[in-house]
């Protein structure tokens, strides 16, 4: 007679149960960050990226750089995120919580109202990655050629950190308004929809050197699943059909990551 054996399901289901509890305390951890930095430290982005903006002006110009509090912001989170990773993108940055909340909200909405979220297209993200380089590419050059000033009321960051400050008159930002609310259909229907392809300060970090030691994610498993490839990566996190993305400092699923493999 053959002898059946019986695999326990209790330690698996087990195992399942405190995956999620650690998931769900994660992300409480994580909005209670997002939450605090939001409220104390608002600008932050801004401020880096005006560190940026600073530089190819000075270099335009020929003129010397000082250590303006714009550029020292700049240094200081480049040499974090050197060191330590993504924690700004992920956590500290005001725009990228703003547009966690809106993804948040509006993947709630969808559960109630029981209809799948929409989800723009893999083959169309993988082409999005590439235009943070080109927003970047294009404000350095305008400030290089010194004619950025005369760009003043197309920034959506520029608007929302208006609108974050209490400051209503945005008599002139008519382009920044538009821009913004285009960036917030994205935020809602695709997580980190800005940081992941219009952030142009993403586009910076991601230009970064990163430590080996705290980057380091190990593809150990190629197999074919369906009508696709999932690949499986060990990290910190354990093993997952998941995959870390440098540009926003977060895991993500390999499918939404496929066209942006490093």
């Given at each position: 007679?053959?002898?059946?054996?019986?695999?326990?399901?209790?330690?698996?289901?087990?195992?399942?149960?405190?995956?999620?509890?650690?998931?769900?305390?994660?992300?409480?951890?994580?909005?209670?960050?997002?939450?605090?930095?939001?409220?104390?430290?608002?600008?932050?982005?801004?401020?880096?990226?005006?560190?940026?903006?600073?530089?190819?002006?000075?270099?335009?110009?020929?003129?010397?750089?000082?250590?303006?509090?714009?550029?020292?912001?700049?240094?200081?989170?480049?040499?974090?995120?050197?060191?330590?990773?993504?924690?700004?993108?992920?956590?500290?940055?005001?725009?990228?919580?703003?547009?966690?909340?809106?993804?948040?909200?509006?993947?709630?909405?969808?559960?109630?109202?029981?209809?799948?979220?929409?989800?723009?297209?893999?083959?169309?993200?993988?082409?999005?990655?590439?235009?943070?380089?080109?927003?970047?590419?294009?404000?350095?050059?305008?400030?290089?050629?010194?004619?950025?000033?005369?760009?003043?009321?197309?920034?959506?960051?520029?608007?929302?950190?208006?609108?974050?400050?209490?400051?209503?008159?945005?008599?002139?930002y008519a382009i920044g308004i538009v821009l913004l609310t285009i960036l917030m259909i994205g935020m809602c229907v695709q997580e980190r929809f800005f940081?992941?392809?219009?952030?142009?300060?993403?586009?910076?970090?991601?230009?970064?050197?990163?430590?080996?030691?705290?980057?380091?994610?190990?593809?150990?498993?190629?197999?074919s699943k369906d009508a696709g490839h999932v690949r499986k990566t060990v990290g910190r996190t354990g093993t997952s059909k998941e995959r870390f993305d440098?540009?926003?400092?977060?895991?993500?699923?390999?499918?939404?990551?496929?066209?942006?493999?490093?």
């Amino acid at each position: 007679s053959r002898n059946i054996i019986y695999k326990p399901q209790n330690s698996e289901n087990k195992k399942c149960l405190d995956r999620k509890k650690q998931k769900q305390v994660h992300r409480y951890v994580r909005a209670i960050i997002q939450l605090i930095f939001f409220l104390l430290v608002p600008s932050a982005f801004t401020a880096a990226f005006s560190g940026v903006k600073y530089l190819f002006t000075q270099i335009g110009k020929g003129d010397a750089i000082s250590m303006t509090s714009f550029v020292t912001a700049l240094c200081v989170l480049c040499l974090y995120t050197i060191l330590f990773g993504r924690f700004f993108c992920g956590f500290a940055c005001a725009f990228g919580s703003f547009g966690d909340a809106l993804h948040g909200i509006y993947l709630w909405i969808c559960k109630k109202i029981r209809k799948k979220p929409y989800r723009i297209s893999e083959k169309i993200t993988k082409y999005l990655y590439l235009l943070k380089y080109i927003v970047l590419a294009m404000i350095s050059l305008l400030c290089y050629a010194g004619v950025y000033a005369k760009t003043k009321g197309t920034s959506p960051w520029e608007v929302f950190s208006m609108i974050r400050a209490g400051n209503f008159k945005l008599g002139g930002y008519a382009i920044g308004i538009v821009l913004l609310t285009i960036l917030m259909i994205g935020m809602c229907v695709q997580e980190r929809f800005f940081c992941r392809f219009f952030c142009p300060m993403g586009a910076v970090f991601s230009l970064l050197p990163a430590l080996p030691f705290l980057t380091r994610q190990e593809s150990v498993k190629t197999a074919s699943k369906d009508a696709g490839h999932v690949r499986k990566t060990v990290g910190r996190t354990g093993t997952s059909k998941e995959r870390f993305d440098r540009d926003t400092g977060r895991m993500f699923p390999v499918s939404e990551v496929r066209g942006h493999l490093p």
